[in-house]
Antibody
C-alpha cells in the first residue's frame, strides 16, 4: 500500500530554515510527480510546489517562490522541501502528496499525515 | 492564477438528506477539477478527479459534475461518516489552486 511519511517539522525562528522530508513506499516513486501542500491552523489547503517524476520540472506558488525549494532523490524514494526565510505566516502542517500522473500536475491521490512547522520567536 | 470559489462555506444537512456543494473557477479549467474530503485531524483524501470520476474507496452516493467554470459535488444521501470538509482543486494551469472548502455539518 502507498505510504508517505513526512518528517523534519518543528519550531523555528522567523528568518530561519528547515528541510522537510517525505519518505515514500508502496509504489514506484521514480514514476510519479510529487507535491507539497500546507494547511495553516484552522484554515484551508494551500498548494505549494510540484516536481516532475524525473526532477526536471518544478513549479511553485507565488507565496513561496524564491524561499522554498523542492527536490527529490529517486534512489532514496524521498521527496524534500527546503524552507528558508521563514515567516510567521508559514506556520502550518505540511503535507507531501503523490500525483496521479508522471509529467504534469494533476490530482493528488495519496497524502502523508503531515508535519507541523511552527515559526515563532 | 485561477481562483476557486466554493459555496456555501457551511452546509447543515440531516442524515439521509442530499447535499449539493458548488465550486466555481475564475476561468475555464475544462474538466481538470478534483474534489477532496478532509475529516478533523486527518489528511485530505482524493474523492473525485476529472470532474466526475470517483476515486477508489468512495461509494456511489458521491458524484461530481460540471466542466469549464461551474462544478458540483453531490452526496445523494448523507451518512454519518460523510460529515467533513470538502475542497475542490483545479489542475488546469500553474499554480494549482484549491477552493476555500465547504464544511458539511450535521443539522
Amino acid at each position: 500500500q502507498v505510504q508517505l511519511v513526512e518528517s523534519g517539522g518543528g519550531v523555528v525562528q522567523p528568518g530561519g530554515s528547515l528541510r522537510l522530508s517525505c519518505a515514500a513506499s508502496g509504489f514506484t516513486f521514480s514514476s510519479y510527480g510529487m507535491h507539497w501542500v500546507r494547511q495553516a491552523p484552522g484554515k484551508g489547503l494551500e498548494w505549494l510546489s510540484f516536481i516532475r517524476y524525473d526532477g526536471t520540472n518544478k513549479y511553485y506558488a507565488d507565496s513561496v517562490k524564491g524561499r522554498f525549494t523542492i527536490s527529490r532523490d529517486n534512489s532514496k524514494n524521498t521527496l524534500y522541501l527546503q524552507l528558508s526565510g521563514l515567516r510567521a505566516e508559514d506556520t502550518a502542517v505540511y503535507y507531501c502528496a503523490k500525483d496521479l500522473s508522471r509529467y504534469s500536475g494533476s490530482s493528488l491521490d495519496y497524502w502523508g499525515q503531515g508535519t507541523l512547522v511552527t515559526v515563532s520567536s | 492564477e485561477i481562483v476557486m470559489t466554493q459555496s456555501p462555506a457551511t452546509l447543515s444537512v440531516s442524515p439521509g438528506e442530499r447535499a449539493t456543494l458548488s465550486c466555481r473557477a475564475s476561468q475555464s479549467v475544462s474538466s481538470n477539477l478534483a474534489w477532496y474530503q478532509q475529516k478533523p485531524g486527518q489528511a485530505p483524501r482524493l474523492l473525485v478527479y476529472g470532474a466526475s470520476t470517483r476515486a477508489t474507496g468512495f461509494p456511489a452516493r458521491f458524484s461530481g459534475s460540471g466542466s469549464g467554470t461551474e462544478f458540483t459535488l453531490t452526496i445523494s444521501s448523507l451518512q454519518s461518516e460523510d460529515f467533513a470538509v470538502y475542497y475542490c482543486q483545479q489542475y488546469d494551469s500553474w499554480p494549482l489552486t484549491f477552493g476555500g472548502g465547504t464544511k458539511v455539518e450535521i443539522k
